[in-house]
């Protein structure tokens, strides 16, 4: 009786123990279900966050890309700016160079306008030594003749003065009467003293050489035609120059060749007035000195030739 009921609980047991397998393997089923569904959705996470993570990946090498192409065109620019700024460096030292050039020039051109200048005045001063010694040649025969005849007349007018030109000046009433080719007198005798001064200046050789001619000039009034003034001016410049000849034979044997007769009627007056002292001081015989053009032609020869040579002596430092 006892082993029966051991027997039956071994039964009982084997029925127990395969509803427990079956829940356990159900229970194991289960959680592989959800394992693998949690598997699954974490797969589909993992595979947007990969996608979004390669979408960023993608725009941060798009980014990259061009950050480093504008890290390109600021070096190209840096580049250019280095350039540049070399280049302007160089301008800088050229112009600083050129300034120096310019400041040596400068005074390299002030010193030639200095010398020019001292030459310019030297110039000035031989020219003007020419125009003294026509000047010097007139007071010579006007003193010789104030010295025979004194400086006026009864009437107190002078007998010869020397004008703003530089030209000897007599009265034509000391010479002529109104309207006449006449000499007078007293005319005769200032013309025989005028004759004698000229042949005593123009012994002088040194004198002599720088002269080309001695022009006497017969100027008249506005009064009358012009043809008649310019006949009276003519006709009393050359009688002025034949009796300066005639009364001095030396004068015309030795220097006849430097006297010349003009006439220029009324065209030149000393003054504008039409009053009677007007008229009468543009009545008048007016004696010039020209000097030979190749005298002040050799002044400025000497001078341009010594500019040259000076020139020519910088050109070769």
Same mark, same amino acid.
């Given at each position: ?103 040596? #020039? ?7 306008? *200095? $010398? %020019? +200048? !001292? &030459? =310019?005045?030297?110039? @000035? /001063? ?90 006497? #000039? ?7 035609? *012009? $043809? %008649? +003034? !310019? &006949? =009276?001016?003519?006709? @009393? /410049? ?80």
């Amino acid at each position: 009786m006892k082993l029966r009921r051991r027997n039956f609980k071994k039964d009982g047991e084997t029925e127990n123990f395969w509803p427990a397998f079956t829940d356990m393997i159900s229970t194991i089923a289960l959680i592989l279900f959800f394992l693998m569904l949690l598997a699954y959705i974490q797969n589909i996470i993992t595979g947007k966050n990969f996608e979004f993570a390669k979408k960023q990946l993608i725009d941060t090498e798009k980014r990259l890309e061009e950050s480093m192409a504008e890290i390109s065109r600021a070096e190209d620019t840096l580049r250019l700016l280095k350039d540049e700024l070399e280049d302007t460096k160089a301008e800088i030292e050229d112009g600083e160079i050129a300034l120096k050039l310019s400041e040596k #020039q400068i005074d390299e051109q002030r010193q030639i306008i *200095a $010398e %020019s +200048n !001292r &030459e =310019l005045g030297e110039l @000035r /001063s031989k020219l003007q030594g020419v125009a003294v010694l026509r000047l010097d040649v007139l007071r010579k025969v006007k003193n010789s003749v104030e010295q025979e005849l004194g400086e006026t007349n009864d009437e107190g007018e002078e007998l010869v003065l020397i004008s703003d030109n530089g030209n000897i000046i007599i009265n034509e009433g000391l010479v002529f009467d109104f309207g006449s080719a006449q000499l007078k007198a007293e005319g005769k005798d200032l013309l025989i003293q005028l004759a004698q001064a000229f042949e005593r200046v123009l012994d002088d050789e040194s004198i002599r050489a720088n002269i080309d001619a001695i022009n006497i #000039q017969g100027h008249t009034d506005s009064i009358g035609s *012009a $043809e %008649s +003034n !310019r &006949e =009276l001016s003519a006709d @009393r /410049s050359r009688a002025v120059v034949d009796y300066l000849m005639t009364s001095n034979s030396n004068l015309e044997g030795k220097f006849g060749r430097y006297f010349v007769a003009s006439a220029y009627s009324e065209f030149r007056p000393l003054a504008a007035e039409t009053s009677e002292a007007a008229q009468a001081r543009n009545r008048r015989i007016e004696i010039s000195i020209i000097l030979k053009d190749s005298h002040i032609q050799n002044v400025i020869d000497d001078y341009l030739k010594e500019s040259l040579d000076a020139l020519n002596l910088g050109d070769d430092n």
